[in-house]
């Protein structure tokens, strides 16, 4: 493996590290396959990981709260599974990695096994590809049905941006009266069929997100009051998550089909955020 791709640890959990070319760095669990880390090549960390989950992180069906979580098959709590499915706490594996004109990638890969099948009786084969090409981040997150019948399933990628302050950060981009958005918490909506980029902007600088065979965006604050196990009062305020989804019409794959959808993001500092 090259060294700009290297095995490590996170709060004790192994990971993969992808070094970019001007000092970038890209960090993911083995476990839910989550992206935990973004710092960009002036050494600031773009994600927001909340400290008591990670130290809570071993618990069983438990998930590390922040990060770039991955949701399949299920998005929230339309389902019988749990919240957002299981793939956010299961075993992932590195299933791949190349370095290509200074660019590194990776590929991580849950496979259906005895455990899924009991919570969801599907055969599949899941991908999550990871790039780190300065300025941007590129993940695409790929199902296959491996089985002999046709599955039905949500997806989502959904990274918790840092910001500097959630009550004063913008969201540009979606379209009607929320084209220019305060996101003052507490917030949850899901933008059915939403077309073309988003913005998120904050004292921190900018983050241009663009989404590819993702059908809805969903944007998401707990609050400046929120205090619960996850989030201690006043965490809230450190993060927006804005996420690229496929909610209001589930994917149906046949037995042999593929599908892929991807999310890029790409930031710039606070001066150019004006």
């Avoid at 009062?233 to 993060?239: S, V």
Wanted: glycine content about 10%.
């Amino acid at each position: 493996m090259p060294i700009d791709i290297q095995h490590v640890t996170f709060a004790g959990m192994p990971a993969v590290r992808l070094n970019g070319r001007t000092g970038d760095q890209a960090t993911v669990l083995l476990r839910g396959g989550q992206l935990v880390s973004w710092i960009n090549a002036q050494g600031n960390e773009l994600l927001y990981v909340s400290p008591p989950s990670v130290e809570r992180e071993a618990s069983p069906g438990r998930a590390v709260r922040g990060g770039v979580p991955v949701v399949f098959p299920q998005f929230g709590d339309m389902g019988p599974l749990q919240r957002h499915g299981f793939a956010r706490t299961s075993a992932w594996t590195l299933h791949d990695s190349w370095y290509h004109l200074g660019v590194p990638h990776v590929t991580l890969r849950m496979r259906s096994n005895e455990t899924t099948r009991k919570l969801w009786p599907y055969e599949f084969d899941c991908y999550l590809h990871i790039s780190l090409d300065s300025p941007c981040l590129v993940m695409a997150l790929e199902v296959l049905n491996t089985g002999k019948q046709p599955m039905r399933f949500n997806a989502a990628l959904n990274p918790c941006l840092r910001v500097e302050d959630a009550l004063s950060a913008r969201l540009m981009g979606i379209p009607g009266e929320r084209a220019d958005m305060s996101v003052v918490g507490p917030i949850d909506f899901v933008h059915y069929d939403l077309n073309g980029p988003l913005q998120l902007r904050s004292g921190l600088g900018k983050v241009d997100i663009a989404a590819t065979g993702f059908t809805d965006a969903v944007v998401w604050n707990p609050g400046p009051d929120a205090d619960d196990l996850d989030f201690p009062t006043g965490n809230a305020n450190e993060f927006v998550c804005v996420e690229a989804a496929t909610v209001g019409s589930p994917v149906d794959l046949a037995p042999g089909d593929q599908w892929m959808a991807s999310q890029t993001m790409r930031w710039s500092p606070a001066k150019l955020a004006a």
